[in-house]
């Protein structure tokens, strides 16, 4: 039966629906910090800045790496609109570190021309990835 | 009448165009499933993406925002999604058709192309053409989708351009596309309150933007413009497989017509021949006997 307590959670990808269920609850980071969401929210919308998405259902937690995109929040249920989100099993860790390390690197010896706001970005969703897999 | 060489040659001939016509037909087939379901998959973005924005604008109220407001320039910017190759019918046609007939002076506008067909045809007519997008058709990614709006977006922010469209070509079905020319900005925000004022009727608690109104546009609208070139892409991808198939289907089963043509022409030659050749025999053969 289901829970009184779970809400409709949708996250849509440009390529697919990346995730469709009844969920208790559900965090992720946004631009203003990061939040978790019960049911009877009051309705929201908030941009998603790079950050774990942790969707925790009746019996069990999953995570995923969420990057870009943006939430509309109702009161019974919740739809993430993300531009890119991936699923542990879907990312490289090597990668993930080695651009972590490019963007700190970047942030390091920064110049005029080095664009900060990219570089940070990156650096989020390099941190962001590693996060998920750990 | 022409010889049984000429008419054997021709069916020849035909029949090999017929071939070639078959297989492209074949391998569009398969590539419109493709295109089809990776447009089908990505509708619900879409969807969701449209109705969400249409929402926010409704309840946004009188925000004054740039993305809002045409801008100073007159010129108008059109993202032109075609294809690369050819022999697709009137795919390619009726997106230039929608642009040079439309209600636009040619001074005034600015192509940001996406697809070689697209592009030449609209130089020749005059158009001048800021970017050329073609590589991505092929195999449209996101990522393609975003540069093209930043570009886009960039030229409204810097006052090159004062209005964006898109011209695309919608996949209603496998055999209905519709050529569709799209304004992405400024919003249409009249527009979208009468899709919404119906939503809104049963409409629950307020929205609440967080950050507050101007910086979730600021992020939004862009986001939303990606989305719908990425729609745009998608869907055209899957017409012109479309189209192509259609028109390749039509191109075999003309060739068979005229194969079945020749074919009589060809049999009714034959038989002219031996016929000729009878008469020739017996009369020889009378000449000797009397």
């Known amino acids: 039966m289901a829970d009184e307590r779970n809400f409709r959670l949708e996250v849509i990808t440009p390529e697919r629906v990346f995730y469709e269920g009844d969920v208790n609850m559900v965090e992720f980071n946004t631009t203003e910090g990061e939040i978790g969401i019960y049911k009877g929210h009051v309705p929201m919308t908030v941009i998603i800045n790079p950050g774990v998405l942790t969707i925790s259902e009746a019996d069990r937690a999953r995570n995923a790496a969420l990057h870009a995109g943006f939430v509309e929040i109702l009161q019974d249920k919740v739809t993430v609109l993300a531009e890119i989100v991936e699923w542990p099993e879907e990312i490289d860790k090597a990668r993930a570190e080695a651009a972590k390390a490019r963007a700190e690197e970047r942030l390091r010896t920064k110049t005029p021309e080095t664009d900060i706001m990219r570089a940070e970005t990156a650096l989020q969703r390099a941190i962001a990835r590693i996060n998920v897999l750990s | ?290």
Not at chain 2, 43 to 55: D, G, I, L
Not at chain 2, 77 to 94: D, E, F
């Open chain 2, 1 to 290: 009448m022409a010889s049984m060489r000429d008419i054997k040659r021709r069916k020849g001939s035909i029949q090999s165009t017929q071939q070639i016509t078959k297989a492209m037909k074949l391998v569009s087939t398969v590539k419109l499933q493709k295109a089809k379901q990776r447009a089908e998959k990505s509708k619900n973005y879409f969807r969701c993406m449209y109705e969400t924005v249409v929402s926010m604008l409704a309840k946004a109220g009188n925000i004054n925002h740039p993305y809002l407001h045409p801008g100073n320039s007159e010129k108008k910017g059109i993202i032109v999604i075609t294809s690369n190759r050819g022999l697709a019918g009137g795919y390619n046609s009726n997106i230039v058709k929608l642009i040079t007939q439309g209600s636009f002076r040619k001074e005034d506008v600015v192509v940001y192309a996406i697809g070689k067909k697209g592009r030449d045809a609209l130089l020749r007519y005059g158009y001048s053409v800021r970017e050329d997008y073609s590589d991505i058709v092929e195999e449209p990614l996101y990522s393609d989708a975003m540069e093209v709006s930043k570009k886009v977006l960039d030229d409204f922010a810097n006052g090159e351009i004062g209005e964006i469209y898109l011209a695309y070509t919608g996949f209603k079905n496998t055999v209905v596309h519709e050529p569709t020319l799209l304004k992405l900005l400024p919003v249409d925000l009249g527009a979208a309150e009468g899709e919404a004022s119906g939503d809104a009727q049963e409409n629950r608690a307020p929205m609440n933007f967080e950050p507050e109104d101007d910086r979730a546009l600021d992020m939004i609208i862009p986001k939303y413009v990606t989305s719908l070139i990425f729609g745009g892409l998608v869907e055209s991808v899957a017409s012109e497989n479309g189209a192509r198939m259609q028109a390749m289907d039509s191109a075999t089963s003309n060739a068979e017509e005229m194969i079945d043509h020749l074919t009589l022409m060809y049999n009714r030659a034959r038989q002219g021949s031996i016929t000729q050749e009878l008469t020739e025999i017996i009369a020889g053969a009378n000449a000797i006997s009397m």
